[in-house]
């Protein structure tokens, strides 16, 4: 495991990191150990577990048979020592081919990237917004503890911690030697600063740290935070903006600079265009950049951004729809199409309170009448079925896509027995915001015509979806891409737009926050989404993963949930030497 982290313990990178050219960079990753292994953390443990539990399960055997099996003890080392050389020497050779292949390499001193939503300033404490998390955290600014391809929590700036057994209070054991970019020292005291200032001033997503107490530097490597009652989703959001660690000394615009710990820092920004990051020269950890300069240009045109990918203006485009990828998925000599999870989820909303939704066999016929599979393939193909409320890379997560499988029978034999069919059907509103188009709406009020369902498709400005659906509840169906992760909650709040309530699934999820494993968590999580599921309060459209195209020579781009996690340090592009 990682000692020093930085933001990212993975980056899901599309190429093996060891093909990296600086050889001193390689040679400091395989020097590191694992640290952490005493921490009392679950998800902690777990990491290490993965790195380590082999060795640990062989040194408790030998203990148990000292003596009687002291033979036996010696020829299993002789053993190991033996397997060992025969590895050492075979990685050696490995290296070695590695290292003479990338000789004839050429890394790009710059690489562009084509992104989509682009950040009207640098303020993360103040401005909402995923496009600021996307190109700054990790990148820039670091935080406690990060968040790793799969969406797991793992160290950061902190390279262990534990935390006590009722679950409400949390020591972290923060890396030695750390700096910002302008050369400050970044200690417990940086931290701890950061915390209370978001707390205190109510700075973006400051309300996600549920029973906050307090926290305090204890000393300058260690960092108490104290909660007033148990909270299970503490470390995926000290992992997120609330974990962030600011410099309390530096003195800078953050709408238009940034100082952070990361390894890169902004050089140049124009809102709604681009933003320039350069190799952080003052950089502690182990994820030093791998390219000197990255550019990021913003398309809000998609046909625009897939001519700067064709013309080389950008080496990479994420996202691009499959669609519109499909020419690069063919040129496979230039280009390279993949597509990485997310947490997004297409929800189709159906009001609990709504005259004509309230009733159950109307929610649940269409969700039996629905066809996912036909969705998705008019999409591309690329997203996957979703049966409940929880994505595959969130807690909780179950396949529940057998709930309700298609079956147009049953849809119709539901609507019959609420008192509908094709020759009297019932009306029904579907009203969704324009950013998402028109296909979908004429799709859903295809399928649903057949069961006795007349779907009138009412698709209007963002402002008014705002007003008539969040706001007022003025609604039968709605449509929206709900992107947030851990979002479980939504399900307990009476006043949210579903209109849904019931008390078990607000049982469940409370039991869930409080439960002193993860594992405790996740089960009470399932539970809940499976009942939220049965009751058919809304349907779980797809799950949408992000499709990204690049040029072949581009290796190290991360996939999974880069448009909010977009961990560049590792992206080079390279082309052999003529």
């Known amino acids: 495991m990682p000692t020093n982290s930085g933001a990212h313990g993975e980056n899901d990178a599309t190429d093996n990191k060891s093909t990296g050219t600086d050889e001193n960079e390689m040679a400091t990753n395989t020097a590191d150990g694992p640290t952490n292994a005493g921490s009392t953390d679950e998800t902690l443990n777990a990491h290490v577990k993965g790195v380590s539990g082999g060795n640990a399960s062989g040194v408790n055997g030998g203990k148990a048979g000292k003596g009687k099996k002291k033979g036996w003890i010696w020829a299993i080392v002789a053993v190991v020592v033996v397997v060992a050389l025969i590895v050492a020497f075979v990685v050696i050779r490995g290296n070695q081919k590695v290292s003479d292949g990338m000789a004839r390499m050429h890394k790009a001193e710059t690489v562009t ?15 909402s917004g ?9 990148n820039v600014y670091e935080g406690l503890v990060a968040r790793d391809s799969n969406n797991k929590v793992v160290p950061g700036l902190a390279k262990s911690w534990e935390k006590n057994a009722d679950g409400t209070s949390y020591t972290f054991h923060l890396n030695r030697g750390m700096n910002f970019s302008n050369g400050d020292k970044l200690d417990a005291n940086d931290v701890a600063w950061s915390i209370n200032e978001l707390v205190a001033k109510h700075y973006h997503d400051s309300e996600s740290l549920m029973n906050f107490k307090s926290v305090t530097a204890t000393d300058a490597d260690t960092v108490k935070l104290d909660l007033t009652a148990p909270y299970a989703n503490l470390l995926w959001e000290l992992a997120c903006r609330p974990g962030l660690v600011f410099d309390k000394n530096a003195n800078y615009d953050m709408k238009t600079q ?61 996202p691009v729809t499959e669609n519109l990828a499909e020419p ?21 909303a159906m009001n609990s309170k709504g005259v004509k939704t309230s009733d159950v066999r109307v929610r649940q016929a269409i969700r039996y009448a629905i066809d996912h599979k036909q969705l998705i393939a008019s999409r591309g193909g690329a997203d996957k079925a979703l049966g409940g409320p929880i994505p595959s890379l969130d807690p909780g997560y179950e396949d529940l896509t057998g709930l309700y499988p298609h ?61 008539d659906v969040l706001k007022n509840k003025d609604y039968d169906l709605s449509m929206v891409d709900h992107n947030e992760s851990h979002d479980f909650s939504q399900w307990t709040q009476d006043s949210y737009y579903y209109n849904y309530s019931n008390q078990k699934v607000k049982d469940y999820y409370n039991q869930a926050m409080a439960a002193s494993s993860d594992s405790q968590r996740d089960a009470l999580l399932a539970k809940a989404a499976r009942v939220v599921s049965e009751d058919a309060p809304a349907d779980w459209l797809f799950n949408y993963r992000i499709t990204t195209a690049m040029k072949a020579e581009v290796q190290g781009f991360p996939l999974n949930l880069n448009q909010t996690l977009l961990p560049l340090y ?5 082309t052999p030497v003529k």
Do not use: C
Not at 130 to 138: I, T
Not at 290 to 309: P, S, W
Not at 570 to 574: F, H, K, N, P
């Open 328 to 348: 690069f998925e063919k040129d496979n000599a230039h280009y390279r199409v993949a597509a990485g999870d997310d947490t997004d989820k297409f929800v189709l």
């Open 258 to 318: 940034a100082v952070g710990s990361g390894p890169y820092v902004v050089t140049k920004f124009v809102p709604n265009d681009s933003i320039t990051l350069k190799a952080n020269p003052n950089y502690w950890g182990e994820h030093k950049a791998m390219t000197q300069t990255i550019v990021l240009r913003y398309f809000g045109d998609d046909n625009a951004a897939v001519n700067a990918l064709k013309s080389g203006d950008v080496q990479v485009l994420a």
């Open 113 to 127: 990237v084509g992104l989509k939503l682009a950040p009207t300033n640098l303020d993360i404490r103040n401005q």
């Open 407 to 467: 079956d147009v029978d049953k849809a119709k034999a539901l609507m019959k027995e609420a008192g509908y069919t094709p020759d009297h059907p019932l009306e029904l509103r579907l009203t969704y915001a324009n950013t998402y188009g028109t296909e979908l709406g004429d799709q859903l009020r295809s399928q649903l015509k057949p069961i006795g369902i007349d779907l009138k498709v009412n698709v209007v400005e963002f402002s008014t979806w705002l007003q």
């Open 130 to 138: 995923s496009a600021l998390d996307q190109v700054l955290v990790g």
């Open 570 to 574: 590792g992206v080079m592009y390279l």
